[in-house]
């Protein structure tokens, strides 16, 4: 007996099937927003990325210049951008964990 492997084509179709009827679902405005949401947070993240390169940066050259005074304004800073991005990380996980959760009840309940 041989077996016929799933075409492509077939995987795409149910895959959108699912899709379709989770936004459809009771949940799926929830979920349309919580994607959108995860997105705008991934954008946050690079944004985030790029002001901690440019606070480290001036961290650097205010130790390399030996400028105390600038030295603890950029380590306060740099604090501020690391407590930001970790809340934005840690609120970024916490909704891509929360959609997952969602798509894995409606899939279960629908299949």
Not at 3 to 24: C, D, G, K
Not at 54 to 62: I, K, L, N, P
Request: include cysteine; glycine fraction near 4%.
């Amino acid at each position: 007996m041989t077996e016929h492997p799933i075409s492509m084509t077939v995987v795409w179709q149910h895959f959108a099937q699912a899709l379709r009827y989770f936004a459809l679902s009771d949940v799926g405005s929830k979920a349309r927003w919580m994607f959108v949401g995860l997105i705008a947070f991934l954008f946050a993240i690079n944004g985030m990325n790029v002001i901690n390169s440019y606070v480290g940066r001036d961290f650097m050259t205010a130790i390399e210049q030996r400028d105390k005074p600038e030295f603890m304004r950029q380590a306060f800073f740099y604090l501020c951008v690391f407590a930001a991005s970790t809340l934005l990380s840690v609120t970024t996980r916490f909704t891509e964990e929360r959609l997952a959760l969602m798509w894995r009840k409606n899939v279960t309940e629908s299949g």
